[in-house]
């Protein structure tokens, strides 16, 4: 029961492992974001990012990005100001490719939840048919002993 | 020895015959050194460009070589104590155990810096260091690593007393629990070789005290419930 | 397990309802964020994750320090007394949640350690980065895979259950150090656990991380208490087979069905 | 000679369930001061784990042992209980790199006694040797010297285990005469011996353990009295 136990733990691990492994091989058909390392700063109820920027991408490099977290109408879905045509096709296609392997990884890792989870009350049957049938074999014993 | 405090005779007693049969065996200090002296220069090997070993190195080297070597005496505290069962004799003794573990986390401590003594000499030769820019607080950083380095193995080498692979499971087990001592000693030896500022030092050898006070306070605490009844 | 079998099963209908609800909620209801897109959606189960895992090993490690301060028996009436003899009569319960809370930890760790370096390759452009929460993971997954492995290689005896116990407690005491030593690095990690609903604004937002939460802890809860029933249910299973091994040898039985550890 | 700190030892219904394996079932027995009794059972009976437990080394798994008043983890001074429990086993517990001397003189700290190490030295008949190292003693004279860490020690109860392996004929006899005088009216002594020849001439009262149980417990006269008693119950 233990290395079983043990057994299914490195195998659960061995599968997470994978996924790390795998999926963000499709992350990296969009362009990363290469944000170097951001410092992130808090001024009052704002987070100034400072971003070393790589990508080609609108921003002046080195300039701190202000970010508002407040949801403003760039942040909605679909309300993204596209700058040329072609860039919203890229940027479509990466959010569909990217959002597939996001469910993926989600539902693989709530798979391997489930999957546990089965297996534990898979064990835990096994072990009180196991007793019961113990139990049974006692009993029977003790009628021919008395 | 006419010590009054039966805590004091105990611990000073249990030290006395550890550095005794040490003196006699010395089969610790001189596989430790040799171990330690043998990491380094695997490491400088390993690093060795054009030349030269970058000093960058030399922190990290240092202090892989300190805990890998330091094994080897956390190895035998208790392995020399079980090897005659003299660890029954200890326990069914009016003494507290954790005079038991002061006086092994002593031995251990005099051990490593013995160690640590013919250790540096060698580390400054083969990385080309000139002078050390801070010895006050590079000593007081080796000792701090060092006592709490000690006082972590020799509650972890007394719980393993009467395990199987031992020697693979005191590692397995040890260097987790010991990384941010690893992290802040190699950080304050780091900012010393840079001749780095001076308050980031103090910082870091805060760090490395508040470490070996927090793991004293609870080596004692341990070590009666983990070998005193049992 | 038995005895709250409908609770039990009660639990695992509303988690599989909130979970499908948390999937709508994350992936077709909530906004994409401005900066991180997509891959900020894994937040919604990273942090669950991430507070899971120090569930379990919190629980580990109360356990731990119970089963190592109340080892033996007290006489007297008073409350500690009361508290002591509580626990010193279910040594192997504190044991089992002990064991069964590091499993879950580290099976909770290991779920954060993936989908950090997923979102981290996003946003800061690499997988892995020496950052103090990231190394605070990980440090502390490698303390209780050992815990695991001191376990998994002992044979189960009282001194081994108790050094476990002791490596359990003393690895949770070193979190705290693991975090100051690693903080003094400087880090990237953004702090979301900053202030109350970790700077999200957006009610959408909150309320799918409040359903991804809802869900991740009712799993928490579902998984620890399974995994404690099986521990339990093995002493139980061990104990009927001495028994019947005893019947067998034609002596009378010694242990008792609820043998109960004195003194 | 210090007081003795207890005069009875009470088992009751002691039980030690090793991997939920019974291995002690349900041993009671009183061992009372100045009686010198024996344990035997066959290998695997439960001696030694008895013997563990008694020593207060091991905790069990239900079952009393009162030391006197109190068991001890009710004791008020546990570290002076622990200091009243002598164990002299096969293995000697000295440390071989020492001289006796030297490790009489640790132990003497250890256990805080006062007592005139020569004189000790002398008892157990190693005084010529005293300067030389453990590691080359022979057999007789480790146990010998292990003896006279016990006797610094001037326990109340004397756990003796298989003090007697490995020892020639006479050797044994002098070690069961210096046994014999230091065993003194208000000590507890219990020896476990494989040796029935021995337990009979020491023992006026034997215990057979066989598979965890305690199968008899009584006085006994000839050592084939014993023989036949154990092979009957082992």
């Known amino acids: ?146 | ?230 | ?263 | 000679m210090s007081a003795p700190l207890f005069s009875t030892v009470n088992v009751d219904e002691l039980v030690k369930v090793y991997d939920r394996r019974p291995v002690v079932r349900k041993v009671s027995l009183e061992l009372k001061a100045g009686e010198l009794t024996g344990l035997i059972g066959a290998n695997g009976s439960g001696k030694s784990t008895l013997l563990y437990m008694i020593s207060s080394l091991l905790p069990m798994t239900s079952g009393s042992i009162r030391y006197g008043a109190h068991t001890y983890a009710d004791h008020p001074d546990r570290e002076r209980l622990r200091g009243a429990i002598g164990w002299l086993a096969h293995q000697p517990f000295l440390y071989p790199e020492l001289t006796a001397v030297e490790n009489l003189q640790f132990f003497r700290e250890l256990y805080g006694s006062s007592i005139d190490l020569d004189g000790v030295l002398d008892d157990v008949d190693l005084f010529e040797a005293r300067n030389q190292r453990v590691r080359n003693y022979s057999r007789g004279m480790l146990q010998r010297l292990g003896l006279g860490r016990v006797i610094i020690k001037n326990p109340t109860l004397w756990l003796l285990d298989e003090p007697f392996t490995g020892l020639d004929r006479q050797t044994v006899e002098r070690f069961m005469k210096m046994l014999e005088a230091t065993a003194s009216g208000d000590r507890l002594m219990l020896l476990v011996s494989h040796r029935m020849d021995l337990v009979a001439r020491l023992c006026k009262r034997v215990l057979i353990l066989s598979r965890g149980h305690l199968v008899f417990d009584g006085p006994v006269e000839s050592e084939q009295q014993i023989q036949q008693l154990a092979d009957e119950r082992f």
């Open chain 2, 1 to 230: 020895m006419t010590v009054k405090n039966p805590y004091l005779r105990v611990t000073l007693a249990m030290f006395h015959k550890d550095f005794m049969v040490e003196m006699r065996s010395r089969e610790v200090l001189l596989t430790m050194t040799f171990f330690a002296i043998l990491v380094v220069v695997v490491f400088t090997f390993a690093f060795y460009v054009h030349g030269d070993v970058s000093r960058q190195y030399l922190p990290g080297v240092f202090w892989v070589a300190i805990i890998f070597s330091g094994t080897i005496s956390l190895l035998r505290t208790f392995e020399r104590e079980r090897e005659n069962d003299c660890i029954r004799a200890l326990l069914l003794s009016p003494t507290p155990p954790s005079a038991i573990y002061i006086s092994k986390t002593l031995a251990n401590i005099v051990f490593t810096l013995v160690m640590e003594a013919c250790l540096v000499p060698i580390v400054v030769v083969f990385f080309n260091v000139g002078s050390l820019p801070d010895p006050a607080r590079f000593l007081a950083i080796l000792f701090l690593g060092t006592i709490g380095f000690c006082a972590v193995g020799t509650l972890f080498s007394a719980m393993l007393i009467n395990a199987r692979m031992k020697a693979v499971l005191l590692p397995l087990i040890f260097y987790p629990v010991i990384a941010p001592l690893l992290i802040t000693c190699v950080k304050a030896t780091f900012s010393i070789f840079a001749g780095g500022d001076v308050d980031q030092i103090n910082r870091w050898l805060t760090m490395a005290l508040a470490f070996d006070m927090l793991f004293i306070v609870l080596g004692l605490w341990v070590f009666g419930h983990l070998v005193g009844e049992g």
């Open chain 1, 1 to 146: 029961m233990r290395e079983m136990m043990m057994r299914h733990f490195t195998l659960l691990t061995v599968a997470l492992v994978l996924t790390v492994l795998l999926s963000p091989t499709s992350f990296a058909e969009s362009p990363p974001m290469k944000l170097g390392v951001p410092k992130i700063e808090r001024q009052k109820e704002r987070f100034v990012i400072t971003i070393p920027v790589l990508t080609p991408e609108k921003s002046d490099p080195g300039k701190p990005r202000v970010v508002d977290r407040e949801p403003t109408s760039e942040t909605k879905p679909g309300t993204k100001k596209p700058s040329s045509g072609s860039l919203t096709m890229q940027a479509s296609r990466e959010k569909v490719s990217g959002m597939t392997m996001l469910v993926l990884a989600y539902l693989f890792i709530w798979a391997a939840v489930f999957g546990y989870m089965l297996f534990l009350r898979r064990v835990f049957r096994r072990q009180e048919r196991d007793l019961a049938e113990l139990n049974a074999r006692l009993r029977a014993l003790k009628a021919e002993k008395s």
């Open chain 3, 1 to 263: 397990m038995k005895r709250f079998r409908y609770a039990y099963e009660f639990f695992v209908v509303l988690m599989l309802l909130l979970f499908a609800h948390a999937f709508y909620w994350i992936f077709l209801h909530s906004p994409m964020e401005a900066q991180m897109g997509i891959v900020q959606k894994i937040f919604y189960f990273h942090v669950p994750s991430a507070i899971s895992m120090f569930l379990g090993l919190s629980v580990c490690a109360g356990s731990s320090v119970i089963y190592l301060v109340f080892s033996r028996r007290k006489k007297g009436r008073g409350l500690w007394a009361g508290i002591n003899n509580f626990f010193v009569e279910r040594r192997d319960n504190v044991d089992a949640l002990a064991r069964s809370g590091a499993e879950l930890g580290l099976i909770y760790a290991s779920i954060v350690l993936v989908t950090g370096p997923l979102w981290g390759r996003k946003a800061w452009g690499t997988y892995w980065e020496w950052d103090p929460r990231l190394t605070l993971t990980l440090l502390v997954f490698l303390i209780y895979v050992a815990y695991l492995f001191l376990r998994a290689f002992a044979a189960e005896s009282e001194s081994r259950k108790r050094i476990a116990a002791g490596l359990g407690a003393l690895g949770f005491a070193d979190v705290p150090l693991i975090h100051y030593a690693v903080q003094m690095w400087g880090g990237t990690h953004p702090n979301v656990m900053g202030k109350g609903g970790g700077g999200i604004k957006d009610p959408t937002m909150q309320a799918a991380f409040m359903i991804s939460m809802a869900t991740m802890y009712i799993m928490f809860g579902l998984l620890l208490y399974t995994r404690y029933s099986i521990e339990r249910q093995q002493v139980e299973l061990d104990r009927a087979y001495a028994r019947l091994i005893d019947y067998e040898l034609g002596e009378p039985p010694v242990v008792a069905a609820s043998a109960k550890p004195s003194q």
